[in-house]
């Protein structure tokens, strides 16, 4: 490809591609210099500095249950999550039934189909089963909305698994459960792994669904965010965004730098 | 000696596996695809109760109450297509999706053609800012574009230095869009580069020594070959859009409410069960219809939903 685009061309799609680029991921860096403002507004860039927004987080209860609640489910939901989307991914995977293909659509239903649909369903659901503000509730909702992305994680790593591996240790004398934990998990972790990281991540931002569910008692973060700002201008929310922005880079640098590592030494091959 | 038992049963297994193969061979092929079904299901049992009892069953009552609350009837369509306002958040809903795929798609084709020709270190670097987004907090991201966007903020000043006093530009059309295009576009990026990487280039070469000038070797070779995948990328994007609710409720005034809004509006504002259930029947309605599309032309091209789908989070 490289020898047919002229010069001139590749010039001109790099400075799209910069633009397009830039307009991807540069505007979220903006909460970090506006959590640091001292003024009671949006106003940017801000007149005056200080840290009174981070102390406004960290001395709300409100802020900081919302905090502890998010980090509990979306801590669940990771573990429910990975665990059963990964038995789903294996099944499918393995099995030989002509259905496998309707059962996979299935588990990538609620990917496709918005939300709210379900979330107004539960939200009646949830006031005559005294669901609501619960942590059950949350959790076993936000994991039907966790599990396609753990299916398609595990599915990924999936693709270039050899199954002799298996047969060999089978071979050996080793039993069914044996080989599964000590030869298809430490294959297949890599694409659990991102599956779990998926799973929390989907929780922890989810406020769709998450609207019908919480009560006075039980808020979420992303919930907390959501109200803040449609109804008020207090830069708290700033400070909690500054927060989970950092968290998520952090997140995202353990899965580059660790993950995708470890995806290549056990494939074999480099992929992005 | 501690073998032992392993090889008889494995003896025992292979026999058994040979009178069975070589008796009725058909018969045998049939029950194993039976009992795999019957294994899968049941292997699935946990995650069909999880998914059954927590997303499809609340589904289900609003698809059902859409005909059944207050009472059995059609009242609840004959309200919504009989009040203005509805019809114009349908066609509002469908208009802005509509032009987020268009931004998306003419984003999407420059980003992912440059990715097919750059190196792979390159590429690799343009990936990382592709996903990104996907780890991002949605909340976040459009919180970061009420700022931006907001008559006191950067772009507001600066172009108060030009004498423009009101940048209005939150709560308008122009800003949801803004907001979800971001959103959306890796997911036309990923189904778009997949076919555009797939294309043998060859091709153009061969069509260039046969005297075709670049440009036109492009639009008659390249863009047909890469079209399935800027379909695929294109209907992704619309089916997603058309959910959006963060984004229109935090970008947009209350001209801008998305079907989504109006959904919450009238299932927990005004507590409107059957009018909730018809504006999600109307949603999921027109969801599917975009999904049927999608499924055919991707089956005309090779594709799935769910490829697209796994391609895109993967």
């Known amino acids: 490809m490289n020898s047919e685009v002229r010069p001139g061309t590749k010039v001109v799609l790099g400075i799209i591609t910069a633009f397009i680029a830039v307009w991807l991921i540069a505007p979220m860096f903006i909460v970090f210099p506006l959590s640091f403002t001292d003024d009671a507004s949006f106003q940017f860039p801000p007149r005056a500095w200080s840290t009174r927004w981070y102390e406004s987080f960290f001395t709300n209860p409100q802020w900081t249950d919302a905090l502890r609640n998010s980090a509990i489910i979306g801590t669940l939901v990771a573990i429910i999550a990975a665990t059963l989307g990964t038995i789903t991914a294996l099944a499918i995977n393995r099995s030989k039934s002509r259905l496998s293909g309707t059962v996979q659509a299935i588990m990538l239903t609620p990917l496709i189909i918005p939300p709210i649909i379900a979330g107004a369903g539960i939200y009646t659901f949830f006031l005559k089963t005294d669901l609501v503000g619960t942590i059950f509730g949350f959790v076993l909702v936000h994991v039907t909305l966790a599990l396609p992305l753990v299916v398609i994680a595990v599915n990924a790593s999936l693709s270039g698994y050899d199954r002799s591996l298996e047969l060999a240790a089978a071979s050996l004398g080793a039993g069914r459960l044996t080989t599964f934990v000590t030869v298809t998990v430490p294959l297949i972790l890599p694409g659990i792994l991102a599956g779990v990281v998926f799973a929390f991540v989907t929780s922890f931002d989810e406020v769709i669904v998450a609207q019908f569910m919480v009560s006075p008692a039980l808020q979420t973060l992303p919930m907390m965010m959501y109200t803040s700002v449609t109804r008020t201008t207090d830069p708290t929310i700033a400070a909690a965004a500054a927060l989970v922005l950092g968290a998520v880079l952090l997140a995202f640098g353990l899965y580059q730098f660790v993950v995708v590592p470890l995806t290549r030494r056990s494939r074999g091959r480099t992929s992005v | ?314």
């Not at chain 2, 073998?3 to 193969?21: C, E, M, V």
């Not at chain 2, 153009?204 to 890469?226: C, D, E, Q």
Request: charge should be positive; hydrophobic fraction near 50%.
């Open chain 2, 1 to 314: 000696m501690a073998n032992a038992p392993d090889t008889t049963q494995f003896s025992a297994l292979s026999t058994q596996a040979i009178k069975s193969g070589s008796a009725k061979p058909n018969s045998q092929r049939k029950k194993s695809r039976g009992n795999g079904t019957r294994n899968l299901l049941l292997i699935l049992l946990p995650s069909f109760i999880v998914l059954g009892i927590f997303y499809f069953y609340p589904m289900l009552t609003i698809l059902v109450g859409a005909f059944t609350d207050p009472q059995v009837g059609l009242q609840n369509f004959q309200w919504f297509f009989g009040e203005q306002v509805n019809v114009d958040v349908l066609w509002r809903t469908l208009i802005i999706s509509f032009w987020v795929t268009v931004i998306c798609v003419l984003f999407a084709f420059p980003f992912s053609f440059f990715l097919t020709i750059v190196t792979p270190r390159t590429r690799g670097l343009l990936f990382l800012i592709v996903l990104v987004p996907f780890w991002t907090s949605m909340v976040v991201r459009t919180f970061a574009w009420v700022i931006l966007l907001q008559d006191s903020g950067p772009i507001g000043e600066f172009m108060k230095l030009f004498g423009v006093q009101s940048l209005g530009l939150i709560r308008t059309p122009t800003a949801v869009l803004i907001g979800m295009a971001q959103v959306l576009l890796p997911f036309v990026v990923l189904p778009i580069y997949a076919t555009m990487s797939k294309i043998d280039t060859r091709l153009l070469t061969a069509a260039r020594s046969l005297g075709a000038r670049p440009s036109k070797a492009f639009v008659s070779i390249y863009l047909p070959l890469s079209l399935p995948g800027v379909a695929s990328g294109a209907l992704l994007c619309f089916v997603m859009a058309l959910g959006f609710y963060i984004t229109p409720a935090m970008l947009g005034g209350s001209r801008e409410a998305f079907l989504s809004t109006l959904i919450q509006g009238q299932v927990q504002g005004l507590a409107q069960w059957g009018h909730g259930a018809v504006i999600g029947f109307v949603l999921l309605f027109v969801t599917l219809v975009i999904l049927g599309i999608t499924g055919y032309v991707g089956k005309k091209t090779g594709g799935s939903v769910q490829d697209m789908v796994g391609g895109s989070k993967a």
